[in-house]
């Protein structure tokens, strides 16, 4: 049984969850409009820079790390074993392993031989997914076996475009990379399983997640040979450079933090994170001296900068909730609660949009004008999450 108590929900990991998906959506919404500024981008691959577009995949893996051990103990303290615990990690991995490997596919093109256009697919595949992984209510009634026939009618679905599907070189289904969501399944289960191993145990999290930015250097100072038994069994468990893993341990190793914590008083609470964030930023800026700063090469100033930036962020808003501003953040709780429902609905929106031959014109997609369309195609998203919560289809793994 872990000695830190995960009864309360902690309403700023919900927050930060969401306002990260909400940038998500936002930047990954910057293909359609011109003239972004430099700063909101990615990093080109030579580039010591760390753009806007940069920061927000490394703050939601850090944010999956916080919700982690709570996930963990609450399935421990209903009284759930290891065994059932890691089946669900496990289950979870496969899942967001499947729809990213299905994303991805089709983001390399469709041949005019499977018989419908991308935009279909897509809207095929995505229903798909909230057939099998909705989160159906709970009953005893005849009602569930409809519940069973639409997860087996998705699985079929997914089963027949994977065998119709032809890329625009006529290539097959084939699992050319894991996309966004199959790294976070990647990266869950590594750190869900060490966390199963080690549970509460705040230096032992800490020398991992130690571990796990000294590999981020070895890696970014190529000690490691390419072909060597070592980098192939990271490449195995998608760990890479070992940043991914270092973000989800970070805030692992930080949730369990400030759950220990949680009764000193606000002031030194504050002291402490200001504490980290000053401490993170200083090994960003010494270690940028020896490394550049680079999320494709997952180097250290990388891990420490988007470390902090997730820290800093966090405590900014466990202020304002402290300060019984919550509901500032109620317009962006769905992203939060039903996030991976929200990343899916742009990818429905872009091909209703194609199919209907929707285009805005010029002057909405040029500069700060198109900075204005990408925020409110961010916040349609996440409208459309919350009506659909209302109507009980929510996507969960």
């Given at each position: 049984?872990?000695?830190?108590?995960?009864?309360?929900?902690?309403?700023?990991?919900?927050?930060?969850?969401?306002?990260?998906?909400?940038?998500?959506?936002?930047?990954?919404?910057?293909?359609?409009?011109?003239?972004?500024?430099?700063?909101?981008?990615?990093?080109?691959?030579?580039?010591?820079?760390?753009?806007?577009?940069?920061?927000?995949?490394?703050?939601?893996?850090?944010?999956?790390?916080?919700?982690?051990?709570?996930?963990?103990?609450r399935r421990f303290s209903k009284g759930f074993p290891e065994i059932s615990t890691m089946q669900h990690v496990l289950e979870r991995t496969f899942a967001l392993l499947i729809m990213g490997v299905f994303i991805v596919n089709t983001e390399y093109g469709i041949s005019s031989e499977v018989g419908m256009s991308m935009s279909v697919f897509r809207i095929l595949m995505i229903a798909a997914f909230l057939m099998i992984w909705n989160v159906y209510p709970r009953t005893d009634k005849p009602i569930r076996y409809v519940y069973t026939a639409l997860k087996v009618v998705g699985m079929l679905i997914l089963i027949y475009l994977a065998f119709i599907f032809r890329d625009a070189k006529d290539g097959i289904f084939q699992a050319r990379w894991w996309g966004i969501l199959g790294t976070?399944?990647?990266?869950?289960?590594?750190?869900?399983?060490?966390?199963?191993?080690?549970?509460?145990?705040?230096?032992?999290?800490?020398?991992?997640?130690?571990?796990?930015?000294?590999?981020?250097?070895?890696?970014?100072?190529?000690?490691?040979?390419?072909?060597?038994?070592?980098?192939?069994?990271?490449?195995?468990?998608?760990?890479?450079?070992?940043?991914?893993?270092?973000?989800?341990?970070?805030?692992?190793?930080?949730?369990?933090?400030?759950?220990?914590?949680?009764?000193?008083?606000?002031?030194?609470?504050?002291?402490?994170?200001?504490?980290?964030?000053?401490?993170?930023?200083?090994?960003?800026?010494?270690?940028?001296?020896?490394?550049?700063?680079?999320?494709?090469?997952?180097?250290?100033?990388?891990?420490?900068?988007?470390?902090?930036?997730?820290?800093?962020?966090?405590?900014?808003?466990?202020?304002?909730?402290?300060?019984?501003?919550?509901?500032?953040?109620?317009?962006?709780?769905?992203?939060?609660?039903?996030?991976?429902?929200?990343?899916?609905?742009?990818?429905?929106?872009?091909?209703?949009?194609?199919?209907?031959?929707?285009?805005?014109?010029?002057?909405?997609?040029?500069?700060?004008?198109?900075?204005?369309?990408?925020?409110?195609?961010?916040?349609?998203?996440?409208?459309?999450?919350?009506?659909?919560?209302?109507?009980?289809?929510?996507?969960?793994?």
């Amino acid at each position: 049984m872990s000695k830190l108590d995960f009864s309360q929900r902690n309403v700023g990991i919900d927050v930060l969850r969401a306002l990260t998906m909400l940038l998500m959506i936002f930047v990954n919404d910057f293909w359609t409009v011109n003239d972004v500024p430099h700063w909101m981008h990615h990093a080109k691959g030579n580039e010591d820079f760390l753009g806007l577009a940069d920061v927000v995949f490394p703050c939601f893996l850090f944010v999956v790390g916080m919700s982690i051990p709570f996930a963990i103990e609450r399935r421990f303290s209903k009284g759930f074993p290891e065994i059932s615990t890691m089946q669900h990690v496990l289950e979870r991995t496969f899942a967001l392993l499947i729809m990213g490997v299905f994303i991805v596919n089709t983001e390399y093109g469709i041949s005019s031989e499977v018989g419908m256009s991308m935009s279909v697919f897509r809207i095929l595949m995505i229903a798909a997914f909230l057939m099998i992984w909705n989160v159906y209510p709970r009953t005893d009634k005849p009602i569930r076996y409809v519940y069973t026939a639409l997860k087996v009618v998705g699985m079929l679905i997914l089963i027949y475009l994977a065998f119709i599907f032809r890329d625009a070189k006529d290539g097959i289904f084939q699992a050319r990379w894991w996309g966004i969501l199959g790294t976070i399944g990647w990266t869950y289960l590594v750190c869900a399983s060490i966390y199963l191993f080690v549970r509460d145990k705040i230096p032992h999290i800490f020398f991992i997640w130690l571990a796990f930015v000294l590999l981020c250097m070895v890696k970014s100072s190529q000690l490691i040979p390419r072909e060597s038994v070592i980098n192939t069994f990271l490449g195995i468990l998608y760990i890479g450079s070992g940043s991914k893993v270092a973000f989800t341990m970070g805030g692992i190793l930080f949730s369990l933090i400030i759950v220990k914590y949680s009764h000193v008083v606000t002031r030194k609470k504050v002291l402490f994170i200001v504490a980290v964030v000053a401490v993170l930023l200083l090994a960003a800026a010494v270690s940028n001296h020896f490394w550049m700063i680079s999320k494709g090469r997952g180097t250290p100033p990388y891990v420490f900068y988007c470390s902090a930036i997730a820290i800093g962020t966090y405590g900014l808003i466990q202020w304002a909730v402290s300060k019984g501003k919550e509901s500032w953040f109620n317009i962006i709780k769905p992203a939060g609660t039903a996030t991976l429902t929200c990343y899916l609905v742009p990818y429905v929106l872009y091909s209703i949009s194609r199919l209907l031959g929707i285009a805005l014109p010029d002057w909405i997609k040029e500069g700060g004008m198109g900075l204005v369309k990408c925020a409110c195609f961010a916040f349609l998203c996440i409208g459309i999450t919350a009506l659909l919560e209302r109507f009980k289809i929510k996507l969960k793994v």
